[in-house]
């Protein structure tokens, strides 16, 4: 697939703020010059902010609903943060997605549970690895970041403190994702497939009208792992890293790798130096496929934004796409990709 032509060169337009891809009082390695005013590295110049740009919302998949959702509540002045967990509970609440939320994939016993993480424009953030019973696990870790002192809570905990906020007790294991466990169960030969039953967490990010930027990650995480296993999406810098001033990243896929490599705290760190944000999702990538063969048994792919409002996507495997919301459109668009051996 062609990768999308990203704006290379920020709009000067419009109620332009300058803040510099990276930014903010240090220097560029690639550039002598001060950050912070325009510039020019790699080749890609200025880093305005275009505030004719936002809103915009990304999320990882073609989740078409959840995506618009988080672009309807920012056109109606929501903040960023209230509009991606608006958007994530679209899919957390949806019975047919076996990955995320009710209906989610059970681990190796039949228990689903599930992990999610939110980060705001503040750079607060708030947790919930491994709950059971509760639907809305973003919101839960919206209120793990604003009700207590910490920043994650499991398990029981997590699930006790979710019925003290007022969320309701629900049996996450639907008829459907039951009978499925159970035929799991007899196949000896079960191996997960590769972009199709174990990927499809929800992880978002969205630009308000402020120019603010926060984003949500939720999930069941891989279908019938082990009991207590906990992935990427609820550890913040791996499943999710928002930075104000530069922007934001999230992963979907195999979350072991992901954590060994910080993924999403890693993207926004290269935006820092200058990247853009498809460099620096091909530069997480490459630091994963690299490193030995295995990545052809699995599939990881990363989307970022920048608060230039440029988008990046790449991933290991073709069959990656994302949702971009802007200017009341809502797309659905292929992500770029690292295994080109590979026959679709
Ligand atoms: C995890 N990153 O738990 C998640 C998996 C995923 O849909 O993307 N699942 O490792």
Known sequence: MKRRNFIKNASLTGVGITVGTAIMG???????????????????????????????????????????????ELSKDKSALDSVIS????????LKNTTVGKGGTPDREGNVTLDACVMNP?????????????????????????????????????????????FKKENLLTESSKKAWEEWKKESK??????????????????????????ACTTSGLGYKMRGRVGDSPIIGSGLFIDNKIGGAVATGMGEEVVK??????????MRN????????????????????RYKNFQIAYIAMNKAGE??????????TYMKYQNEANENIASGYYNKEEKS
């Open 87 to 94: 958007g994530v509970a679209i899919e957390e609440e949806n």
């Open 26 to 72: 240090c220097k560029d390695k690639n550039n002598t010059e001060e950050m912070g005013t325009t510039k020019e590295t790699k080749g890609e110049k200025s880093t305005s902010i275009d505030m004719a740009k936002y809103p915009i919302a990304i999320c990882t998949w073609g989740f078409v609903k959840a995506n618009a959702k988080a672009g309807e």
């Open 122 to 166: 503040e750079g607060d953030c708030g947790a919930v690895l491994c709950v059971e019973n509760i639907t809305n696990v973003a919101a839960l870790a919206k209120k793990v970041m604003e009700e207590t002192p910490h920043v994650m809570l499991a398990g029981q905990g997590a699930e006790d403190f979710a019925y003290s906020q007022g």
């Open 190 to 215: 079960y191996k997960p497939i590769i972009n199709i039953e174990n990927h499809d967490t929800i992880g978002m990010l969205a630009i308000d009208k402020k120019g603010d930027i926060a984003g």
């Open 274 to 293: 200058g990247m853009s944000p498809q460099a620096a999702c091909e530069e997480a990538i490459s630091r994963i496929v690299t490193k030995s063969d």
């Open 311 to 320: 988008v990046g996507s790449y991933c290991i495997h073709k069959g990656f």
């Open 261 to 270: 490599t910080v993924g999403s705290f890693l993207i926004v760190e290269l």
